[in-house]
């Protein structure tokens, strides 16, 4: 599934081009399904640092959903169970901020609540800058609070550092108009408008992220994390998934 990395060119001059990757707490874990592959994990910091080195600027939101998923029992309070899954982004950009650091990758890890030293608050003026310096900008924390789910925090994280686009690794290859894995007759969208994504209720991120991408005319790309070299083909624009335009 994550072969050996290949070159992958660059085209075209992309200057002043920052992006919000995000993929996951689930791809993490490969076929474990539960914590961390690093076989994965390795694969993903490869093809980043490709992107980086031709200079496009990344900053990376993680799902928890390899340690944590919603309320798992009924008898939890779901402002506690959402704290809960706040955490698990905290541990996964953590350890991913780190593989990344491994690979040769310099990172800052920027959170919504206070930990610590283990990550500083978030703060945009210090988060562009890192990402000027070619640093990975890793948002852990979602938005911090409850109620509120991983897409909205990505949707808001992307507005405040300004970037071009939000980039979303996913099982499958783009934005269908039903489930391809029970309908074979599932049509995929090339492209689509964000007005269509919020009318038709596709699944590409929860209804109030869309419609927070659709105020400020936030563009999404859908892609999948299976294809070889996606994540570097993602992050220099040269992708073959789902364009969700919002001019």
Not at 19 to 27: I, Q, R
Not at 97 to 126: C, H, N, P, Y
Not at 174 to 179: N, S
Not at 202 to 229: G, K, M, T
Request: charged share 30%.
């Amino acid at each position: 599934m994550y072969g050996k990395l290949g070159k992958v060119k660059r085209e075209v001059s992309m200057p002043n081009r920052r992006v919000m990757l995000k993929f996951s707490g689930e791809a993490l874990a490969g076929d474990k399904h539960f914590g961390f592959s690093d076989d994965v994990i390795f694969s993903v910091a490869k093809q980043v640092k490709e992107a980086v080195s031709q200079g496009v600027e990344v900053a990376i939101v993680i799902g928890g959903g390899n340690f944590w998923r919603g309320r798992q029992s009924e008898q939890v309070d779901r402002y506690k169970a959402d704290q809960v899954g706040i955490l698990a982004t905290m541990m996964n950009c953590i350890y991913v901020s780190e593989i990344f650091r491994i690979s040769g990758l310099k990172t800052k890890i920027m959170s919504s609540i206070a930990v610590g030293d283990m990550a500083e608050l978030f703060s945009k003026d210090k988060a562009v800058k890192a990402l000027k310096k070619g640093q990975v900008v890793f948002c852990a924390g979602g938005t911090g609070h409850p109620f509120f789910s991983t897409d909205t925090g990505v949707v808001l994280r992307a507005l405040e550092l300004e970037c071009k686009e939000i980039l979303l690794a996913k099982a499958i290859d783009g934005v269908y108009d039903k489930d391809p894995k029970k309908y074979p007759d599932a049509k995929k969208y090339d492209t689509l408008s964000i007005e269509e994504v919020v009318e038709k209720k596709l699944q590409v991120i929860d209804l109030s992220a869309s419609i927070l991408c659709l105020e400020n005319r936030l563009p999404l790309s859908v892609f999948s994390l299976e294809e070889e070299d996606g994540i570097a083909k993602a992050l220099l624009g040269e992708h073959r998934g789902t364009r969700v335009t919002a001019d």
